[in-house]
């Protein structure tokens, strides 16, 4: 039944991946697995190269935990080729109640997240400065450049490193920084060189990054929890539903001022977020095994 649990998670990462402005990441830290796959991903090193040259397959599986990333990353897989179209569609054509059903997932994790970590006065100022800077990065507008071939390579570093802090989306960087299009255009033509240097970045930036987080959270645990709790409240900014060129509007004011508000369809969709985000915190415990107890055995 475990295996169902990070099938199950890695198909709301996978749905959250799809949508621009939110973060895998985001996901996987609510819901209790985040420092699992952070130490899972960093070793991915030098040990595990060796185990798999002296062919200890099986050690090598139990030091990368090799089946919580396959099932975690097949539901990911599942959740983006089996969600993308309806998402894609949602985003086109009823943005709001999708962004409302994020945003209900959100808020209703919170207080589970603030009861995670105890908190002081240093932790609270973390938190804060967390919030000024996902509310910075949503901040930012699309940039237009010619880049050159070292920077796909940088790109593809940045890029998944946003994508597995939580609270910032990579395709929302690349977009911010004007590489997306580029990184687009270079899928679609197959670039192989550019790609190449693309996933090289990937790579990097994924053992490097996550091994980074992995030691702050060992060391530094409850400090850097506070910190990306603000970074997750402060991605709220970036998903808001009822927002028109980077300025927030309540459903009313959006209504006049922009156009159709959807204001059931969001609550709708609020409410099915705020069941789900429930479901998914508390699938660790409907799924676990019953405990049977026999009691003491009757002497003959």
């Not at 991946?17 to 420092?35: C, K, N, Q, R, W």
């Not at 940045?158 to 802090?165: K, P, R, Y």
């Not at 530094?220 to 970036?238: E, K, P, T, W």
């Not at 959807?262 to 985000?277: F, W």
Request: positive net charge; contains cysteine.
């Amino acid at each position: 039944m475990q295996y169902l649990q990070w099938i199950i998670k890695g198909l709301a990462m996978g749905a959250a991946d799809v949508v621009p402005g939110v973060s895998g990441g985001t996901l996987a830290f609510i819901l209790g697995i985040y420092e699992r796959l952070l130490a899972a991903i960093s070793h991915c090193d030098l040990q595990a190269v060796r185990l798999l040259l002296r062919g200890r397959i099986t050690a090598l599986w139990q030091h990368i935990d090799g089946t919580f990333l396959v099932c975690l990353f097949g539901g990911i897989l599942l959740s983006i080729f089996s969600l993308a179209g309806l998402i894609t569609y949602m985003l086109q054509h009823r943005p709001i109640p999708l962004w409302a059903l994020f945003c209900a997932l959100i808020v209703t994790a919170l207080p589970h997240l603030c009861r995670s970590i105890r908190w002081s006065s240093w932790r609270a100022v973390l938190c804060m400065i967390g919030i000024a800077l996902a509310v910075a990065v949503g901040s930012l507008t699309p940039r237009e450049l010619q880049p050159q071939s070292w920077m796909f390579f940088v790109a593809g570093a940045v890029a998944i490193c946003a994508m597995i802090l939580p609270g910032i989306s990579g395709s929302f960087i690349l977009l911010m920084s004007g590489m997306y299009a580029p990184v687009l255009l270079a899928v679609t033509e197959l670039q192989l060189g550019v790609l190449l240097l693309f996933m090289l970045g990937c790579i990097i930036g994924l053992l490097s990054f996550s091994r980074l987080l992995n030691w702050l959270l060992k060391h530094y645990h409850d400090a850097s929890l506070a910190l990306l709790i603000g970074i997750v409240i402060g991605a709220l900014y970036r998903i808001w539903p009822w927002q028109h060129e980077q300025r927030l509007y309540s459903p009313w004011d959006y209504a006049s001022a922009v156009g159709q508000a959807d204001i059931l369809l969001a609550l709708g969709s609020a409410l099915a977020g705020v069941v789900l985000m429930l479901c998914l915190l508390n699938l660790e415990k409907w799924l676990k095994p019953p405990v049977v107890n026999s009691g003491p055995k009757s002497v003959q």
